[in-house]
């Protein structure tokens, strides 16, 4: 199993960014997959979940109305569309195979500051 994600960056706060997971060594179509974050001293926590084929999603309370996760399971990617960003989204983000045992990427940094 791999997971790699990208799209991480420096924004601004009210911007935009998106991040996208590639997976590859398992078939990804029979897997939900999520997107966590972890902040500099603080735990790992879960932003949003999407179900094998992608008709349920949820949120943390956080992000919700502001980050949509997404995914295409004609190439493998689930991604992970993040609005109106705040200083306190700064974190790095992981996308997460939903299995036992659970898969995780390396993470991709996102900077929210002005």
């Known amino acids: 199993v791999q997971l790699v994600e990208s799209g991480g960056g420096l924004v601004q706060p009210g911007g935009s960014l998106t991040l996208s997971c590639a997976a590859s060594g398992f078939t990804f179509s029979n897997y939900a997959m999520s997107w966590h974050r972890q902040a500099p001293g603080k735990e790992r926590e879960l932003v949003a979940i999407?179900?094998?084929?992608?008709?349920?999603?949820n949120y943390a309370d956080s992000v919700k109305g502001r980050f949509t996760i997404s995914r295409d399971n004609t190439k493998n990617t689930v991604y992970l569309q993040m609005n109106s960003l705040k200083p306190e989204d700064t974190a790095v983000y992981y996308c997460?195979?939903?299995?036992?045992?659970?898969?995780w990427g390396q993470g991709t940094q996102v900077t929210v500051s002005s």
């Open positions: 997460k195979q939903i299995a036992t045992p659970p898969s």
């Open positions: 999407i179900t094998r084929a992608g008709g349920n999603t």
